[in-house]
């Protein structure tokens, strides 16, 4: 089932000419995604810093952990849901599935999508591979689960690759920029859209887990994620949104 594009970002998209033509090209937009990992408690902000901007995230939780110590709770994944953000799968217990057989995988990836459905108001169709690991067997399960795209860790190298294409070029096993970490600053980050915008456009997914001020290795600060916010809002006046993950594919 894919999400909906509402009227606004359909228009947006037709007025930047994505409306499902194959591979991003020398006229494609550039589009960022914002995605949070791992279902973090300190990632709840994230609403109050982006909605500022009128921006919205992809949030890829491991069920199995919410309400748990350290973790949002159920009652504030559906009001990130509500809030028009986007709530996505990873798991029930942050899982390596490349290292799983086929039952096992299959429990930990449809079992989290069940257990996630049953709490919000839209069934996920967005998924991402704990760690980043993946092999034919797991995007085959993501796919039978009922997802329409896996995303990994790695890819876009701003060498061979400057944005992942849309339509991805694997839409399980979609591309991104190094995740930022703590000492990853926002002028990097933003590289990483103006490389895709200098080379032809595409979709860049911005990976994050913890938002605190060095509270974890792979940390941004609230005070740098509402820096790159403020950054990113404007630029749709040149081509370049911030769209969820769903957004993005349903328009593929």
Same mark, same amino acid.
């Given at each position: 089932m894919k999400r909906v594009l509402t009227t606004a970002v359909a228009l947006t998209f037709l007025a930047l000419g994505l409306t499902g033509a194959p591979a991003a090209h020398a006229t494609s937009p550039t589009v960022v995604t914002i995605g949070f990992d791992d279902g973090y408690a300190d990632q709840y902000q994230v609403m109050a810093i982006l909605g500022a901007y009128g921006l919205? /995230?992809?949030?890829?939780? %491991?069920s199995g952990f919410i309400n748990t110590a350290d973790h949002l709770r159920w009652r504030q994944v559906r009001r990130l849901e509500l809030g028009g953000n986007e709530i996505a799968g990873h798991t029930t217990y942050h899982s390596?599935?490349?290292?799983?057989?086929?039952?096992?995988?299959?429990?930990?990836? =449809?079992?989290?999508?069940?257990?996630?459905?049953?709490?919000?108001?839209?069934?996920p169709v967005s998924f991402a591979y704990p760690f980043g690991s993946f092999n034919d067997r797991a995007k085959g399960v993501v796919a039978s689960c009922g997802y329409t795209s896996g995303r990994g860790v790695s890819g876009v190298d701003d060498r061979k690759a400057f944005a992942e294409t849309i339509p991805p070029l694997d839409p399980f096993a979609t591309r991104t920029p190094p995740n930022p970490k703590q000492g990853t600053t926002v002028a990097t980050?933003?590289?990483?859209?103006?490389?895709?915008?200098? %080379?032809?456009?595409?979709?860049?997914?911005l990976v994050f887990?913890?938002? =605190?001020?060095? =509270?974890d290795a792979y940390s941004i600060t609230p005070a740098n994620l509402d820096e790159l916010a403020a950054?990113? /809002?404007?630029?749709? /006046?040149?081509?370049?949104?911030? +769209?969820?993950?769903?957004?993005? +594919?349903?328009?593929?």
């Open positions: 919205h /995230a992809t949030f890829y939780i %491991n390596n599935v490349k290292k799983l057989k086929l039952a096992p995988a299959t429990e930990a990836i =449809c079992g989290d999508r069940d257990a996630i459905t049953a709490k919000i108001v839209t069934p980050i933003e590289s990483y859209v103006t490389a895709a915008e200098d %080379n032809g456009g595409g979709w860049v997914q887990h913890h938002v =605190c001020d060095q =509270c950054w990113l /809002a404007p630029r749709a /006046a040149n081509g370049t949104v911030v +769209m969820t993950t769903a957004q993005v +594919m349903a328009s593929a």
